[in-house]
């Protein structure tokens, strides 16, 4: 079956830091991998996109890298920031399904 | 503001009512979709349209029920017939085709009691 894995243990890391956050999927071949960001209680916002051809993208202090062979994408943020802990998601579109998948999300904890 | 507006934030209904949680958007995009959220996990599916008078089933479709009259509205129909209503509930938008990002609304947290 198809599956979508994020690490769901939190990880806590110190500010100044660089975070890095694993999604890992199978039986994907996914044109493209999308990452939001989720406070609590509040909707997921997009932060970056990374297509199958693209090794490696970045927005300021982030930076994903997507392994088609491994079939894994790395999410990180460097210089954290406290106002970076929230919980991260990543997305993909399934074959035959123009809507997006989630993973289970993995939350960050960034420690002043 | 352009944007993707879910109403009410929070919602409580007795067991065996139905209820519909509103979604509208302002942003001109044709695909909508609705997903649900519980406590420590990620998105699940429940329903998507990409046009007027069109939608399709995802994940967890049973006992929801959804309409596309209109393109800025998508309301979402909880029945009866769900057996664990509450929960998080996440409308989002996006323009058509792959590759696009998903603009989200705030939620609508139901809880059935």
């Known amino acids: 079956s198809q599956k979508i894995e994020q690490n769901s243990e939190a990880l806590n890391i110190q500010e100044g830091k660089t975070a890095t956050l694993t999604c890992n999927y199978t039986?994907?071949?996914?044109?493209?991998l999308q990452w939001y960001r989720q406070d609590p209680g509040r909707g997921p916002v997009f932060l970056l996109l990374?297509?199958?051809?693209?090794k490696e993208k970045r927005k300021e202090r982030l930076k994903v890298t997507f392994d088609t062979t491994l079939k894994q994408s790395l999410f990180h943020i460097t210089a954290s920031q406290p106002a970076d802990s929230a919980t991260y998601l990543c997305?993909?579109?399934?074959?035959?399904?123009?809507?997006?998948?989630f993973g289970s999300g993995t939350r960050l904890q960034v420690q002043p | 503001d352009g944007g993707i507006t879910q109403s009410p934030k929070y919602l409580f209904r007795k067991e065996g009512q139905n209820v519909t949680l509103s979604c509208e958007q302002n942003l001109n995009h044709d695909a909508m979709y609705w997903y649900r959220q519980d406590p420590g996990q990620g998105l699940r599916l429940i329903y998507y349209?990409?046009?007027?008078?069109?939608?399709q089933k995802g994940d967890i479709a049973e006992g929801y029920s959804v309409s596309r009259e209109k393109k800025e509205s998508f309301p979402l129909t909880v029945t009866s017939a769900q057996k664990n209503p509450t929960a998080f509930y996440l409308c989002?938008?996006?323009?058509?085709?792959?590759?696009?990002?998903?603009?989200f609304g705030q939620g609508t947290r139901l809880t059935v009691v």
């Open positions: 990374i297509r199958e051809n693209e």
């Open positions: 349209s990409q046009i007027v008078n069109d939608f």
């Open positions: 989002a938008s996006s323009i058509t085709g792959s590759d696009t990002e998903a603009f």
């Open positions: 039986n994907y071949s996914p044109a493209y």
């Open positions: 997305a993909l579109e399934r074959p035959g399904r123009r809507a997006l998948t």
